[in-house]
Protein backbone atom coordinates (compact mmCIF):
# COMPACT_ATOMS: atom_id res chain seq x y z
CA UNK A 1 0.00 0.00 0.00
CA UNK A 2 1.50 3.20 -1.23
CA UNK A 3 1.03 6.19 1.30
CA UNK A 4 0.52 9.42 0.63
CA UNK A 5 2.34 12.49 1.24
CA UNK A 6 0.92 15.55 2.57
CA UNK A 7 3.24 18.39 1.96
CA UNK A 8 1.94 20.23 5.12
CA UNK A 9 3.56 17.92 7.49
CA UNK A 10 6.58 19.58 5.75
CA UNK A 11 5.73 22.88 6.76
CA UNK A 12 6.21 25.08 10.00
CA UNK A 13 2.59 25.24 11.35
CA UNK A 14 0.49 28.38 10.70
CA UNK A 15 1.39 31.59 13.13
CA UNK A 16 -0.72 30.15 16.29
CA UNK A 17 0.19 33.51 17.82
CA UNK A 18 -2.62 35.17 14.91
CA UNK A 19 -4.74 32.89 15.68
CA UNK A 20 -8.04 34.23 17.40
CA UNK A 21 -9.03 30.81 18.75
CA UNK A 22 -12.37 29.63 18.39
CA UNK A 23 -14.93 32.43 19.03
CA UNK A 24 -18.83 32.56 19.12
CA UNK A 25 -20.73 35.69 18.61
CA UNK A 26 -24.86 35.61 18.25
CA UNK A 27 -26.24 37.67 15.83
CA UNK A 28 -29.64 38.77 14.86
CA UNK A 29 -30.95 39.50 18.46
CA UNK A 30 -32.70 42.47 17.45
CA UNK A 31 -34.15 41.82 14.01
CA UNK A 32 -34.45 38.26 12.85
CA UNK A 33 -32.87 36.09 9.40
CA UNK A 34 -35.93 35.64 7.05
CA UNK A 35 -34.82 31.85 6.11
CA UNK A 36 -35.17 30.73 2.58
CA UNK A 37 -38.09 28.46 3.25
CA UNK A 38 -40.01 30.84 4.86
CA UNK A 39 -39.17 30.71 8.75
CA UNK A 40 -37.75 33.68 10.81
CA UNK A 41 -34.96 32.98 13.29
CA UNK A 42 -33.44 35.05 15.98
CA UNK A 43 -30.02 34.63 18.09
CA UNK A 44 -28.09 32.71 15.32
CA UNK A 45 -24.64 31.66 17.40
CA UNK A 46 -22.09 31.66 15.01
CA UNK A 47 -19.03 29.87 15.37
CA UNK A 48 -15.47 31.44 13.77
CA UNK A 49 -11.91 31.62 13.88
CA UNK A 50 -10.07 34.73 12.75
CA UNK A 51 -6.30 35.38 11.94
CA UNK A 52 -4.38 38.39 11.55
CA UNK A 53 -5.01 41.89 12.65
CA UNK A 54 -9.16 43.04 11.89
CA UNK A 55 -9.09 45.40 9.05
CA UNK A 56 -12.13 46.37 6.31
CA UNK A 57 -10.66 44.10 3.92
CA UNK A 58 -10.91 40.46 4.92
CA UNK A 59 -10.60 37.15 3.11
CA UNK A 60 -13.26 34.67 4.21
CA UNK A 61 -12.31 30.89 3.96
CA UNK A 62 -15.29 29.13 3.20
CA UNK A 63 -15.18 25.27 4.77
CA UNK A 64 -16.18 22.00 2.72
CA UNK A 65 -19.39 19.48 4.11
CA UNK A 66 -17.78 18.24 7.29
CA UNK A 67 -15.22 20.80 7.65
CA UNK A 68 -14.79 23.48 10.86
CA UNK A 69 -13.74 27.23 11.54
CA UNK A 70 -10.17 25.90 12.48
CA UNK A 71 -8.37 27.03 8.82
CA UNK A 72 -5.57 26.47 10.31
CA UNK A 73 -6.00 22.43 11.61
CA UNK A 74 -7.46 21.27 8.00
CA UNK A 75 -5.47 23.30 5.34
CA UNK A 76 -2.32 24.36 6.86
CA UNK A 77 0.09 24.79 3.42
CA UNK A 78 -2.37 27.87 2.72
CA UNK A 79 -2.36 29.42 5.87
CA UNK A 80 0.71 31.38 7.31
CA UNK A 81 3.32 33.79 6.01
CA UNK A 82 3.88 34.08 2.41
CA UNK A 83 1.15 31.69 1.76
CA UNK A 84 -2.24 32.42 -0.04
CA UNK A 85 -4.14 33.34 3.29
CA UNK A 86 -1.01 35.12 5.36
CA UNK A 87 -2.07 36.57 8.33
CA UNK A 88 0.70 38.87 8.43
CA UNK A 89 -0.62 40.46 5.73
CA UNK A 90 -4.54 39.49 5.46
CA UNK A 91 -7.67 39.15 7.86
CA UNK A 92 -8.39 35.95 7.48
CA UNK A 93 -11.63 34.92 8.97
CA UNK A 94 -13.34 31.55 8.52
CA UNK A 95 -16.96 30.87 10.34
CA UNK A 96 -18.92 27.17 10.64
CA UNK A 97 -21.77 27.49 8.51
CA UNK A 98 -25.77 27.69 10.27
CA UNK A 99 -26.76 23.90 9.92
CA UNK A 100 -23.06 23.06 10.65
CA UNK A 101 -22.15 21.22 14.01
CA UNK A 102 -18.85 22.65 14.73
CA UNK A 103 -20.26 25.58 17.17
CA UNK A 104 -22.85 27.33 14.76
CA UNK A 105 -26.59 27.05 15.39
CA UNK A 106 -27.41 23.73 14.26
CA UNK A 107 -30.97 22.11 13.32
CA UNK A 108 -31.71 20.78 16.34
CA UNK A 109 -31.26 24.54 17.70
CA UNK A 110 -34.20 25.51 15.27
CA UNK A 111 -37.77 25.39 14.93
CA UNK A 112 -39.02 22.62 12.81
CA UNK A 113 -40.93 22.47 10.72
CA UNK A 114 -44.07 19.93 11.17
CA UNK A 115 -42.16 17.75 12.71
CA UNK A 116 -39.42 18.33 9.64
CA UNK A 117 -35.70 19.72 10.71
CA UNK A 118 -36.06 23.58 9.14
CA UNK A 119 -34.60 23.74 5.41
CA UNK A 120 -31.50 25.78 5.23
CA UNK A 121 -30.47 27.03 2.11
CA UNK A 122 -26.47 28.15 0.70
CA UNK A 123 -27.91 31.83 0.52
CA UNK A 124 -28.91 31.62 4.20
CA UNK A 125 -25.55 30.81 4.96
CA UNK A 126 -24.33 33.69 2.86
CA UNK A 127 -26.72 35.79 5.03
CA UNK A 128 -25.50 34.39 7.93
CA UNK A 129 -21.96 34.86 6.84
CA UNK A 130 -22.72 38.80 5.83
CA UNK A 131 -23.74 39.48 9.82
CA UNK A 132 -20.92 38.22 10.85
CA UNK A 133 -18.39 40.34 8.59
CA UNK A 134 -20.69 43.35 9.80
CA UNK A 135 -19.90 42.63 13.52
CA UNK A 136 -16.48 42.27 12.39
CA UNK A 137 -16.59 45.95 11.04
CA UNK A 138 -15.39 44.06 7.03
CA UNK A 139 -16.82 45.62 4.54
CA UNK A 140 -14.70 44.10 1.22
CA UNK A 141 -14.16 40.41 1.31
CA UNK A 142 -12.14 38.16 -1.13
CA UNK A 143 -13.87 35.03 -0.66
CA UNK A 144 -12.05 31.01 -1.17
CA UNK A 145 -13.84 27.97 -0.94
CA UNK A 146 -13.24 24.49 -1.84
CA UNK A 147 -16.22 21.84 -2.40
CA UNK A 148 -19.35 23.22 -0.32
CA UNK A 149 -17.56 25.96 0.29
CA UNK A 150 -16.93 26.92 -3.54
CA UNK A 151 -20.84 26.52 -4.15
CA UNK A 152 -21.50 29.04 -0.90
CA UNK A 153 -18.68 31.49 -2.70
CA UNK A 154 -21.53 30.93 -6.13
CA UNK A 155 -24.37 32.29 -3.14
CA UNK A 156 -22.37 34.77 -1.59
CA UNK A 157 -21.10 36.00 -5.21
CA UNK A 158 -24.75 36.36 -6.07
CA UNK A 159 -26.21 37.27 -2.21
CA UNK A 160 -23.86 40.06 -1.84
CA UNK A 161 -22.35 41.41 -4.62
CA UNK A 162 -21.24 44.90 -3.33
CA UNK A 163 -18.99 42.99 -0.59
CA UNK A 164 -17.81 40.75 -2.29
CA UNK A 165 -14.20 41.92 -4.29
CA UNK A 166 -13.17 38.99 -6.22
CA UNK A 167 -13.63 34.87 -5.08
CA UNK A 168 -11.45 31.53 -5.33
CA UNK A 169 -14.11 28.35 -6.11
CA UNK A 170 -12.43 25.07 -6.35
CA UNK A 171 -13.68 22.11 -7.33
CA UNK A 172 -17.18 23.11 -7.00
CA UNK A 173 -20.12 23.97 -9.33
CA UNK A 174 -22.36 26.34 -9.27
CA UNK A 175 -25.39 23.95 -9.21
CA UNK A 176 -25.58 20.15 -8.12
CA UNK A 177 -25.93 17.40 -10.76
CA UNK A 178 -28.34 14.79 -11.26
CA UNK A 179 -25.23 12.65 -10.32
CA UNK A 180 -24.01 14.91 -7.09
CA UNK A 181 -27.91 15.05 -5.94
CA UNK A 182 -28.03 11.70 -6.44
CA UNK A 183 -24.83 10.29 -3.86
CA UNK A 184 -26.72 12.84 -1.64
CA UNK A 185 -30.28 10.97 -2.17
CA UNK A 186 -28.43 7.35 -0.92
CA UNK A 187 -26.81 9.17 1.53
CA UNK A 188 -29.39 10.58 3.31
CA UNK A 189 -31.45 7.39 2.83
CA UNK A 190 -28.46 5.71 4.65
CA UNK A 191 -29.02 7.99 7.16
CA UNK A 192 -33.66 7.62 7.34
CA UNK A 193 -33.12 3.96 6.92
CA UNK A 194 -30.08 3.89 10.21
CA UNK A 195 -30.54 6.93 11.91
CA UNK A 196 -28.19 7.18 15.51
CA UNK A 197 -25.33 6.56 13.55
CA UNK A 198 -25.09 3.59 11.21
CA UNK A 199 -26.25 5.40 8.95
CA UNK A 200 -24.12 8.44 8.99
CA UNK A 201 -21.48 5.92 8.54
CA UNK A 202 -22.60 4.72 5.24
CA UNK A 203 -23.52 8.10 4.52
CA UNK A 204 -19.86 8.80 4.80
CA UNK A 205 -18.63 5.60 2.68
CA UNK A 206 -20.64 6.63 0.07
CA UNK A 207 -19.28 9.91 -0.14
CA UNK A 208 -15.56 8.90 0.24
CA UNK A 209 -15.82 6.41 -2.99
CA UNK A 210 -16.87 10.20 -4.64
CA UNK A 211 -14.06 12.42 -2.96
CA UNK A 212 -11.59 9.58 -4.15
CA UNK A 213 -10.87 8.19 -7.50
CA UNK A 214 -10.40 4.86 -8.77
CA UNK A 215 -6.45 5.60 -9.62
CA UNK A 216 -6.33 7.06 -5.87
CA UNK A 217 -7.69 4.12 -4.46
CA UNK A 218 -5.48 1.71 -6.67
CA UNK A 219 -2.41 3.29 -5.22
CA UNK A 220 -3.75 3.75 -1.75
CA UNK A 221 -5.84 0.72 -0.67
CA UNK A 222 -5.35 -2.20 -3.01
CA UNK A 223 -4.55 -5.27 -1.82
CA UNK A 224 -6.15 -6.66 2.04
CA UNK A 225 -5.51 -5.09 5.34
CA UNK A 226 -5.72 -8.56 6.75
CA UNK A 227 -6.72 -11.81 5.72
CA UNK A 228 -10.07 -11.73 3.94
CA UNK A 229 -10.33 -8.00 4.44
CA UNK A 230 -9.84 -5.91 1.29
CA UNK A 231 -7.96 -2.57 2.38
CA UNK A 232 -10.17 -0.57 1.10
CA UNK A 233 -12.94 -2.39 2.86
CA UNK A 234 -11.56 -1.80 6.15
CA UNK A 235 -10.74 1.96 4.76
CA UNK A 236 -14.12 2.75 4.50
CA UNK A 237 -15.56 1.16 7.50
CA UNK A 238 -12.57 3.28 9.29
CA UNK A 239 -13.71 6.95 7.51
CA UNK A 240 -17.31 6.06 8.84
CA UNK A 241 -16.38 5.73 11.96
CA UNK A 242 -14.04 8.85 12.10
CA UNK A 243 -17.29 11.01 10.71
CA UNK A 244 -19.68 9.49 13.67
CA UNK A 245 -17.15 10.48 16.18
CA UNK A 246 -16.93 14.12 14.97
CA UNK A 247 -19.82 15.10 12.84
CA UNK A 248 -24.10 15.35 12.98
CA UNK A 249 -26.41 12.78 10.98
CA UNK A 250 -28.76 15.84 11.18
CA UNK A 251 -26.05 18.28 9.99
CA UNK A 252 -25.27 16.25 7.35
CA UNK A 253 -28.66 16.25 6.01
CA UNK A 254 -29.43 19.64 6.24
CA UNK A 255 -25.81 20.63 4.23
CA UNK A 256 -26.65 18.18 1.43
CA UNK A 257 -29.68 19.07 0.91
CA UNK A 258 -28.86 22.95 0.75
CA UNK A 259 -26.09 22.38 -1.84
CA UNK A 260 -28.44 20.26 -3.71
CA UNK A 261 -31.37 22.89 -4.01
CA UNK A 262 -28.85 25.07 -4.93
CA UNK A 263 -29.86 26.00 -8.35
CA UNK A 264 -28.70 29.23 -9.61
CA UNK A 265 -29.46 29.89 -13.65
CA UNK A 266 -26.98 30.30 -16.35
CA UNK A 267 -28.58 34.15 -16.63
CA UNK A 268 -27.63 34.83 -12.69
CA UNK A 269 -24.31 33.34 -12.73
CA UNK A 270 -24.08 35.74 -16.19
CA UNK A 271 -24.46 38.46 -13.79
CA UNK A 272 -21.81 38.07 -11.55
CA UNK A 273 -18.94 41.12 -12.06
CA UNK A 274 -16.12 39.65 -9.93
CA UNK A 275 -13.39 38.21 -11.21
CA UNK A 276 -13.03 34.62 -10.16
CA UNK A 277 -10.81 32.19 -10.34
CA UNK A 278 -12.32 28.73 -11.03
CA UNK A 279 -10.51 25.43 -9.94
CA UNK A 280 -10.75 22.21 -11.55
CA UNK A 281 -9.61 18.74 -10.60
CA UNK A 282 -8.64 16.42 -12.85
CA UNK A 283 -9.53 13.16 -11.46
CA UNK A 284 -12.70 14.38 -9.15
CA UNK A 285 -15.38 11.77 -10.18
CA UNK A 286 -18.07 14.10 -8.11
CA UNK A 287 -17.71 17.56 -9.97
CA UNK A 288 -16.15 16.80 -13.03
CA UNK A 289 -13.62 18.96 -14.40
CA UNK A 290 -15.24 20.02 -17.61
CA UNK A 291 -18.39 20.30 -15.39
CA UNK A 292 -16.55 22.34 -12.71
CA UNK A 293 -14.98 24.38 -16.42
CA UNK A 294 -18.18 24.96 -17.74
CA UNK A 295 -19.61 27.24 -15.15
CA UNK A 296 -16.40 29.12 -15.50
CA UNK A 297 -16.83 29.70 -18.68
CA UNK A 298 -20.51 31.45 -18.03
CA UNK A 299 -18.53 34.26 -15.51
CA UNK A 300 -17.64 37.25 -17.03
CA UNK A 301 -14.33 37.75 -15.18
CA UNK A 302 -13.66 34.29 -14.64
CA UNK A 303 -10.12 32.53 -15.24
CA UNK A 304 -10.16 28.17 -15.16
CA UNK A 305 -7.30 26.35 -14.15
CA UNK A 306 -7.09 22.60 -13.11
CA UNK A 307 -5.00 21.10 -10.47
CA UNK A 308 -3.49 17.88 -11.76
CA UNK A 309 -4.27 15.15 -8.98
CA UNK A 310 -4.66 11.25 -8.90
CA UNK A 311 -6.61 11.62 -5.59
CA UNK A 312 -9.96 13.07 -6.83
CA UNK A 313 -12.43 15.33 -5.28
CA UNK A 314 -10.16 15.72 -2.03
CA UNK A 315 -7.15 16.63 -4.51
CA UNK A 316 -7.76 20.21 -2.49
CA UNK A 317 -7.14 19.08 1.19
CA UNK A 318 -4.31 16.53 0.63
CA UNK A 319 -2.37 16.96 -2.44
CA UNK A 320 -2.96 20.62 -3.57
CA UNK A 321 0.51 20.84 -5.54
CA UNK A 322 0.78 24.66 -7.11
CA UNK A 323 -2.97 25.43 -5.74
CA UNK A 324 -1.51 27.61 -2.53
CA UNK A 325 0.55 29.77 -5.02
CA UNK A 326 -1.84 30.08 -7.69
CA UNK A 327 -4.19 31.01 -5.26
CA UNK A 328 -2.18 33.45 -3.87
CA UNK A 329 -1.14 34.93 -7.24
CA UNK A 330 -4.39 35.71 -7.81
CA UNK A 331 -5.48 37.14 -4.55
CA UNK A 332 -2.54 39.46 -4.06
C1 LIG B 1 -10.75 16.96 14.47
C2 LIG B 1 -10.83 16.85 13.00
O1 LIG B 1 -10.97 15.82 12.47
S1 LIG B 1 -10.75 18.28 12.16
C3 LIG B 1 -11.01 17.82 10.51
C4 LIG B 1 -12.12 18.59 10.04
N1 LIG B 1 -12.49 18.04 8.77
C5 LIG B 1 -12.43 18.79 7.70
O2 LIG B 1 -11.98 19.88 7.73
C6 LIG B 1 -12.99 18.16 6.49
C7 LIG B 1 -11.99 18.06 5.49
N2 LIG B 1 -11.03 16.98 5.77
C8 LIG B 1 -11.17 15.74 5.25
O3 LIG B 1 -12.15 15.42 4.61
C9 LIG B 1 -10.07 14.74 5.51
O4 LIG B 1 -9.55 14.98 6.77
C10 LIG B 1 -8.94 14.80 4.47
C11 LIG B 1 -9.52 14.62 3.09
C12 LIG B 1 -8.20 16.09 4.52
C13 LIG B 1 -7.94 13.69 4.76
O5 LIG B 1 -8.60 12.50 5.05
P1 LIG B 1 -7.90 11.43 5.99
O6 LIG B 1 -8.92 10.46 6.44
O7 LIG B 1 -7.13 12.09 7.08
O8 LIG B 1 -6.83 10.79 5.04
P2 LIG B 1 -6.80 9.36 4.36
O9 LIG B 1 -7.94 9.20 3.43
O10 LIG B 1 -5.45 9.22 3.78
O11 LIG B 1 -6.99 8.34 5.56
C14 LIG B 1 -6.02 8.27 6.55
C15 LIG B 1 -6.58 7.53 7.74
O12 LIG B 1 -7.14 6.30 7.32
C16 LIG B 1 -6.43 5.22 7.95
N3 LIG B 1 -6.35 4.16 6.96
C17 LIG B 1 -5.70 4.19 5.77
N4 LIG B 1 -5.90 3.03 5.13
C18 LIG B 1 -6.68 2.26 5.91
C19 LIG B 1 -7.25 0.98 5.77
N5 LIG B 1 -7.06 0.23 4.67
N6 LIG B 1 -8.01 0.51 6.77
C20 LIG B 1 -8.24 1.25 7.87
N7 LIG B 1 -7.73 2.47 8.07
C21 LIG B 1 -6.98 2.98 7.08
C22 LIG B 1 -5.06 5.79 8.29
O13 LIG B 1 -4.44 5.06 9.32
C23 LIG B 1 -5.46 7.19 8.72
O14 LIG B 1 -5.99 7.14 10.01
P3 LIG B 1 -5.99 8.44 10.98
O15 LIG B 1 -6.90 9.42 10.34
O16 LIG B 1 -6.50 7.93 12.27
O17 LIG B 1 -4.57 8.94 11.03
N1 LIG C 1 -13.71 15.72 2.37
C1 LIG C 1 -14.26 17.02 2.54
C2 LIG C 1 -14.80 17.56 1.26
C3 LIG C 1 -16.13 17.00 0.91
O1 LIG C 1 -16.72 17.74 -0.10
C4 LIG C 1 -15.26 17.07 3.67
O2 LIG C 1 -15.48 16.04 4.27
O3 LIG C 1 -15.75 18.12 3.98
Known amino acids: MTALTYPASHLPPATPERCSGLQTVTLFCSEPLLLDCGQAVTHVRVAYHTYGEAREDATLVLHALT ?84 MLAYAWLLECPDLVEKAVIIGAPARHSPWAIGLNTAARSAIQAAPGGEGLKVARQIAMLSYRSPESFALTQAGQRSPGTPAITSYLQYQGEKLHARFCERSYVALTWAMDMFQPTDDELRSIRAPVLVVGIRSDVLYPPAEVQGYAALLPHAQYWELDSVHGHDAFLMDAQDLPERVRAFLS
Do not use: K, Y
Not at 77 to 93: K, M, N, Q, Y
Not at 108 to 117: F, I, M, N, P, R
Open 67 to 150: GTSAVHEWWPEFLGEGRPLDPTRDFVVCANVIGGCAGSTGPAELASVGGQDASLSLRDMARVGRALLDHLGVRRVSLVGGSMGG
